[in-house]
């Protein structure tokens, strides 16, 4: 049986803006992090990490620090070894150049042997208190051998380069950990040999720290007796972290509870286990105490994954009539010093299948490489590839348009994917189910008053400013893999209603957002509504926060799961109405014998059940995951005499198909776009050629504030609702910051095309733009 789709228009709560219900307890305080999670008996712990890039441990001696005040034990990676811990599980997409599975270097929980990053943890001290721990922590003595180090990503695909991970070098590929091709590359020469113009483009996409605003924290206990480890943690999956640490201890999911409370930030970058997980948890064991640690910020900026990273060459054949009709990407991707959970994903994951975005280009040559370097493993950072992809495909269908001297609009419309040709099959193998990309660019220009332009350009000349505008269309997968998700709903007697859930609340909301499914459908108030989740006894199976899906999966079970329980108290209300079920209509909270007036509500009938209660499990999987898309217009304004760059004015508009809550879809936005800014215009992570980080703190790493926003407008088109679900919902996690970084990037470019300065990379610093206008040699980084 097909479900009914969601017609917002006519709802109580379903596409109402209704503040968030998270909100209250965060802003007064009353928010519970991990680092607010207090254990019995709890010592505290900290790490001692590597201060090279790349060295081997000859020893260590931690006599000093285990005679230090307060030190309870000492523990090392041979520690770890010794009892038997397997290395932290990662995800294997890809294969290596000769078809083989990929071999990467062991990551434990305390490295043994070889240290591959600076930070990379050797040793775990726990004391009474994290002050003792820490200051006993400086009095471990380790010996290293330094061995060369690599922090290029061009040096790491060199024969000529260190050798990271002997077993995983090869001459011709360098420090390979795996490869990645798609498409018809002769059928794709061809067209280039044929093509009336090839547009060729270089494109730097810098590594960046996801930063969330809690630090990594742990605290983790061991029930002896049970055999049992309970680990809490802020993370964006519950359930994939149980999994992993089950694979380090080599025991059954059920010997673990995960558990997660407020969750202050993830971007990707929280969604699996650290070797830390696994250490704080080995240490619980063998201490027989609770175990609590807390990162400190150049903690979370050694160790935690870092995002992006990668170079393209990228190459577009377009026709005599200006048709796009080949691309040719080559990417070399750097993951950094060990395969994180996604690492060696990410480059050939989301992004690369919609390579060829909303144009109808047939013909794709994709080849992704991806290297081992001694930096910081690499992972998901909002958006996973798909901002990457999106990047460089606008940045060069808008390069395209400059060197063709074509309107940007006029060839972008004469490539773009019709409404009337979905679905739509992209080279990649990939199927668009729904989209009218014409009209959301359509609508984007109108909002920015495009024709408006020329006169605020000639404004800002008036003051001595440069000024340009730039556009970026897009499109992107959402929904993760995880396309299945489970809930319970439970109706008491008191008129509550509590849902379980395995997804996470991350800061996106969906709390609020299953709140307004339940009280619509139920007829009760939101305040009735409770929602749990971020415990995995409490919820035992679950997909967790990622890739845009928890509305378009969790809320889809929400959902179906709701109509569940309503047809499931249909049965109950039958027997004790004493009448047929199918004579039992259900609206605004009651039951009711259709024409007459004998009637019970839902909270009444559930006091009748003899648990009081009226509860189902469900389990929904959706059709498949969707596709996102919308269109940015920004105006940049540039002073030339010290490359300052002012955002003038951001606008989107997307389609994320059925808006469940137009306020949190217009947050998410909001958020990505802010995300998006600071990467295009500030945020790097930046290493020396020895492999040590430069940009440690927040005194070298630049985050966006509230001042460089500009006006920010947003709309939603819910014209082409996806059929893959039955809220017909797509992602809108991370679009703002997959349209965000090219459209700011072509703005800046354009403004500083009439001064000759044709291409820069990210992220366009004052200084960056300076030097472009003064043709002053930019330094080494």
């Known amino acids: 049986m097909t479900e009914p789709a969601i017609q917002p228009g006519a709802s109580q709560w379903i596409g109402k803006p209704l503040r968030r219900l998270e909100d209250r307890k965060l802003l007064s305080g009353e928010g519970r992090f991990t680092d607010d999670v207090s254990l019995e008996n709890e010592a505290h712990a900290a790490f001692v990490r590597s201060p090279h890039a790349h060295a081997r441990i000859a020893g260590i001696d931690v006599s000093a620090a285990r005679a230090a005040p307060g030190v309870l034990a000492v523990y090392t990676g041979a520690d770890v070894v010794a009892a038997g811990l397997a290395p932290v599980p990662f995800t294997q997409l890809h294969k290596r150049p000769d078809g083989a599975d990929m071999t990467v270097p062991p990551r434990h929980a305390l490295t043994a042997d070889t240290a591959r990053f600076v930070g990379d943890a050797v040793a775990l001290v726990v004391a009474e208190t994290r002050d003792q721990a820490r200051d006993a922590a400086d009095l471990v003595e380790v010996e290293w051998h330094p061995l060369p180090a690599n922090a290029d990503l061009a040096a790491a695909a060199s024969a000529a380069g260190p050798v990271h991970w002997a077993p995983a070098f090869t001459p011709e590929y360098g420090n390979i950990a795996a490869i990645y091709r798609m498409g018809e590359r002769a059928a794709a020469e061809a067209a280039f040999a044929a093509a009336a113009h090839v547009v060729r483009l270089r494109v730097v996409n810098q590594r960046v720290v996801a930063n969330p605003i809690e630090p990594r924290a742990l605290a983790a206990q061991y029930d002896e007796r049970a055999g049992r480890f309970t680990l809490h943690c802020p993370t964006q999956n519950t359930h994939t972290v149980r999994g992993q640490l089950a694979k380090v201890f080599k025991i059954e999911e059920d010997k673990l509870r995960i558990r997660c409370n407020d969750l202050g930030g993830g971007f990707g970058a929280r969604g699996y286990a650290y070797p830390e997980h696994a250490a704080l948890c080995f240490a619980a064991r063998a201490l027989g105490r609770a175990v609590k640690w807390r990162a400190d910020r150049s903690e979370n900026f050694l160790s935690e994954v870092h995002g992006r990273d990668s170079v393209t060459e990228a190459e577009l054949a377009i026709d005599g009539a200006q048709r796009f009709t080949a691309l040719r990407l080559r990417t070399l991707a750097n993951i950094g010093a060990y395969a994180s959970n996604f690492g060696a994903c990410v480059p050939a994951m989301s992004g690369v299948r919609a390579p060829t975005g909303v144009y109808a280009i047939p013909l794709l040559d994709h080849e992704v490489r991806m290297f081992f370097t001694n930096t910081a493993p690499v992972d998901a950072y909002r958006g996973a590839g798909r901002p990457e992809m999106g990047y460089l495909l606008e940045r060069l269908v808008t390069r395209a348009a400059r060197e063709l001297k074509v309107d940007p609009i006029e060839l972008r419309l004469r490539n773009m994917i019709k409404p009337a040709q979905m679905p739509w099959k992209n080279p990649a193998g990939q199927t668009y189910d729904c989209g009218d990309f014409p009209k959301l660019l359509k609508e984007a220009l109108a909002a920015a008053d495009w024709q408006g332009f020329v006169a605020r350009k000639a404004a800002a000349a008036k003051r001595g400013r440069l000024y340009g505008r730039g556009l970026a269309c897009y499109i992107e997968i959402t929904g993760s893999a995880r396309v299945t998700e489970a809930v319970i709903l439970t109706v008491e007697a008191d008129g509550s209603v509590t849902l379980v859930s395995g997804t996470q609340q991350i800061g996106q909301g969906i709390q609020t957002s299953y709140t307004q499914i339940i009280a619509e459908l139920l007829g009760v108030l939101p305040e009735a509504v409770r929602v749990i989740q971020g415990d995995t006894d409490v919820a035992k199976t679950g997909g967790g926060a990622g890739g845009s899906r928890s509305l378009q999966v969790g809320g889809s079970a929400t959902l179906i799961g709701t109509r569940a329980l309503i047809e499931t108290g249909r049965a109950l209300a039958a027997k004790e109405l004493e009448a047929a079920a199918v004579d ?113 703190s927040f005194m070298d790493y630049a985050m966006p504030r509230a001042d460089v926003l500009p006006e920010l407008a947003t709309g939603f088109d819910e014209s082409v609702p996806s059929a893959l679900n039955p809220l017909g919902a797509k992602g809108v996690g991370e679009a703002g910051c997959h349209g965000a970084m090219p459209a700011v990037v072509n703005a800046v470019l354009d403004a500083l095309a009439e001064r000759g300065v044709a291409e820069l990379d990210m992220p366009l610093t004052s200084e960056k733009v300076w030097r472009a206008l003064a043709r002053v040699p930019a330094r080494a980084s």
């Open 584 to 696: 039992i209509e259900f609206a605004d909270g009651r039951y009711r014998i259709a024409g007459t007036d004998r009637s019970i509500g839902l909270a009444e009938l559930a006091a009748k059940q003899p648990e009081r209660r009226i509860s189902i499990a469900h389990s929904e999987t959706v059709k498949g995951q969707t596709w996102p898309n919308g269109c940015q217009v920004c105006e940049a304004e540039v002073d030339p005499d010290t490359g300052v760059v002012r955002l003038a004015r951001l606008v989107a508009v997307d389609d994320v198909g059925r808006v469940m809550n137009p306020l949190i879809a217009e947050g998410q936005v909001h958020g990505g776009m802010m995300q998006g800014i600071g990467q295009a215009l500030m945020e790097q992570s930046v290493y020396d050629e020895n492999g040590q980080l430069l940009t440690g």
